[in-house]
């Protein structure tokens, strides 16, 4: 942040023009401050993302490569569960007591562990990691696409969003909260687009963002039910009704 701080704040300073100059030049000088900005917006995005990468492979390699919680070995055995007993939701059997028990969490996330759930932890990590910069990858397309961003002041974002520390905290686990956070950015970027061009194109996606999104986290299910048309109803009453198909 002190390093994204100080790039904006030079960037910043590059692209004033120096009131002393005489007018002819200001132009010229105005197109070569730009190009300077813009390479140091490029430089802190650089540095930003090589931060990334240095904290997730040091995170993997020494931090996370084996399972802390109990969280993280409930969704790996009921991983090995599903494929056992080829059902999505399987039944356990608590190694101490023999009691038998139907765990009903959102299933989506342990059946695409499935395939994975025998490699060693930090490639599964890996894996889940990836899923971070597939977000990040969807904030910058949107943040051009959608938002008109410059392309560096979008990779900057996707940087940000990757070095927040509440995702860092949660990808630092195996925990469907990214999952989650996957589906439900889609379906908000959806009702975004859908609210400018209404088409079911739109709304199919974000219904279907909203569907995978009950079957991957309880706690982004409750965002959707209960703040979702708190916010649709304000922007209805802001004047803009697109919002209101959320």
């Known amino acids: 942040l002190a ?3 100080w790039s904006l704040r030079a960037a910043h300073v590059r692209l004033q023009l120096d009131s002393r100059v005489a007018v002819g030049w200001r132009p010229v000088l105005c197109g070569r401050q730009m190009l300077q900005g813009l390479e140091t ?6 540095v930003l993302f090589a ?6 492979v040091f995170r993997v390699t020494r931090v996370n490569n084996r399972p802390h919680s109990g ?9 090995q569960e599903i494929r056992r007993q080829r059902r999505l939701f399987p039944e356990m059997v608590f190694y101490h007591t023999g009691e038998r028990e139907i765990l009903q969490l959102p299933p989506l996330m342990m059946a695409l562990l499935v395939p994975v759930a025998g490699l060693p932890y930090s490639l599964i990590l890996s894996l889940a990691a990836l899923l971070d910069v597939v977000i990040a990858g969807i904030v910058v397309s949107a943040g051009v696409v959608v938002f008109d961003l410059a392309p560096w002041r979008a990779v900057l974002a996707g940087a940000i969003f990757l070095l927040t520390p509440i995702n860092m905290v949660t990808s630092a686990s195996l925990t469907p909260r990214a999952l989650g956070l996957l589906w439900f950015l889609i379906f908000v970027l959806g009702m975004t687009l859908f609210a400018g061009d209404p088409t079911a194109l739109w709304f199919g996606l974000s219904a279907l963002a909203v569907t995978l999104a009950f079957l991957s986290q309880r706690m982004v299910t409750q965002i959707i039910l209960l703040l979702v048309p708190l916010i649709a109803g304000g922007f209805w009453l802001a004047g803009v009704p697109g919002y209101g198909a959320m």
């Open 71 to 79: 969280d993280v070995f409930t969704y790996l055995r009921l991983a």
């Open 41 to 46: 917006g490029w430089l802190a995005s650089g």
């Open 51 to 56: 931060m990334i990468i240095a904290l997730q």
């Open 3 to 5: 390093v994204l701080s």
